[in-house]
């Protein structure tokens, strides 16, 4: 029996791809008709047939983004607690003194994950690369959400320890490490199992300084072998920076290139502090043209690090030395049009220069180039053929007019207010702005009481007996 075509007629923009010059364009009252989970017709004027006409009038069709870095089971715990936290000592960093004092229970991850995807559909993003601890529910819930998900389980061998705020040392466990890496190898093989059909699995060593040379170079052939993604965070601070160069004395991407991990599959998280930035003793300039040559994607998540005043130098430098950037929330929000306008916003500050990169050229990291990041030719594109993955733009939406350049008004005024539909593999997720397919309201009442019981835990955990508003005072005082 033939599947069933839905029809959207006459939209008045879309973003299509054209497969010749390989980049995005706009069509104008365009029709866009799948079948099943593919594209089977973009164009003028769709005269097959149709089971299902959708009116495509004051509506923008654009390919889903994929976000190539998250951790969906814990961000949003931090939301308003560790915003403006960081250690001076440390660069105002949070992520090894601040941030371990916020725990996810294992019984809050189902809640937590849940809302992250809520969010992260409700901003148009079809596909998104999860990094997790694995959790019993994890490959059921991303099977329910009906997201498109590439599920990285992370392993180390070492923790970090804060010392006083002012230090960061390394509490070792290699075996640990090596029993991650096969249980990640599990959770890869199971997620391409899943009945679904739209989970597969990526290979992630966690950080370039909590692992030894050996296992990172044992994950990166397990992902070659298997023709899977490879993952490590690296350059994401000035600790991991001058941790690697007190180490080997060379830059983190500089090591990594000597473990022959650096190639097209690899994608590198956040990768802020190359040899040439302004924070580096380093006076080289090895680094931008290394990445660009062995083809490695950056996953470049601007919010996270902007919040402590923390940026890349600049986006806009990256991609014009021919690396390839993609786009990720990391953590709170997940919303990636947010995570696009801060990208483009922050390069231009930086390189004190408007013209540093394009609005397009950032859409394009957020689809085309986070497809090709997790090994796909069928995501993050409009064309026959295509995976029917897409979200409905309201061009009506107040926010939307005057309407001159729909896509600019969608990412620096609009963002998510103005996504009215989304469609994952043929199938609607998002109607109207609600999420079909998970509970957005119950998921953010646990994950509330979840932050309650996670705030309320801090004196216990942290080393100095301190607070929470010891830790991160709020915003004004609390008079009763």
């Avoid at 715990?77 to 229970?105: F, M, N, Q, W």
């Avoid at 529910?137 to 070492?158: I, K, N, P």
Wanted: hydrophobic letters at 40%; proline letters at 4%.
């Amino acid at each position: 029996m033939a599947e069933s075509v839905t029809l959207i007629r006459c939209a008045d923009w879309v973003i299509a791809w054209d497969n010749e010059l390989g980049r995005h364009y706009y069509l104008r009252n365009a029709d866009l008709a799948f079948s099943g989970s593919s594209v089977i017709f973009i164009g003028k004027a769709y005269s097959g047939r149709a089971d299902r006409i959708i009116d495509g009038s004051d509506r923008m069709i654009i390919p889903g983004m994929i976000n190539i870095h998250s951790h969906l089971s814990g961000g949003n715990i931090d939301k308003g607690v560790l915003d403006e936290a960081g250690a001076p000592a440390l660069y105002g960093h949070a992520l090894y003194t601040h941030s371990p004092l916020l725990r996810t229970e294992p019984e809050d991850a189902v809640p937590a994950a849940s809302a992250a995807l809520c969010e992260l559909m409700k901003s148009g993003v079809t596909t998104v690369v999860d990094i997790s601890g694995a959790y019993p529910q994890w490959l059921d819930l991303m099977g329910e959400s009906g997201m498109r998900a590439v599920l990285g389980a992370g392993f180390r061998q070492a923790r970090w320890i804060n010392r006083n705020d002012c230090r960061v040392e390394y509490e070792w466990d290699e075996q640990a490490g090596w029993d991650g890496l096969e249980r990640a190898l599990e959770i890869c093989k199971a997620a391409e199992k899943h009945p679904s059909g739209r989970l597969s699995g990526l290979i992630i060593p966690s950080q370039a300084d909590t692992c030894t040379a050996e296992l990172i170079k044992t994950a990166f052939m397990e992902a070659e072998k298997r023709d899977l993604p490879f993952q490590i965070h690296a350059a994401q601070s000035m600790v991991e920076f001058y941790e690697i160069l007190r180490r080997h004395g060379i830059s983190p991407v500089q090591w990594l290139d000597s473990l022959g991990v650096l190639d097209s599959r690899t994608i590198l998280g956040h990768c802020i502090y190359l040899d040439q930035h302004s924070w580096s003793p380093l006076r080289t300039e090895k680094d931008l043209p290394l990445l660009a040559e062995r083809g490695v994607t950056v996953a470049h998540c601007p919010t996270v690090f902007g919040r402590t005043g923390m940026t890349m130098e600049s986006a806009g430098r990256y991609m014009r030395a021919g690396v390839h950037l993609g786009i990720g929330t990391d953590s709170f929000p997940y919303n990636m049009l947010e995570e696009i306008r801060h990208a483009a916003v922050y390069s231009r500050i930086v390189s004190g220069n408007v013209y540093d990169l394009q609005t397009g050229d950032l859409f394009t990291a957020a689809t085309v180039h986070g497809a090709r990041a997790v090994g796909r030719n069928d995501i993050g594109r409009l064309a026959p053929g295509a995976k029917a993955d897409f979200a409905v733009i309201d061009t009506s939406h107040p926010l939307m007019r005057p309407l001159h350049e729909p896509l600019r008004n969608l990412i620096y005024v609009a963002a998510e207010r103005a996504v009215r539909d989304v469609f994952i593999d043929g199938r609607q997720v998002v109607e109207e702005g609600r999420v079909l397919t998970l509970d957005y309201e119950t998921a953010h009442s646990r994950e509330n009481e979840a932050q309650r019981r996670s705030v309320e835990q801090v004196g216990e955990i942290d080393t100095r007996g301190r607070t929470i508003e010891e830790v991160a005072p709020r915003c004004f005082e609390i008079r009763q």
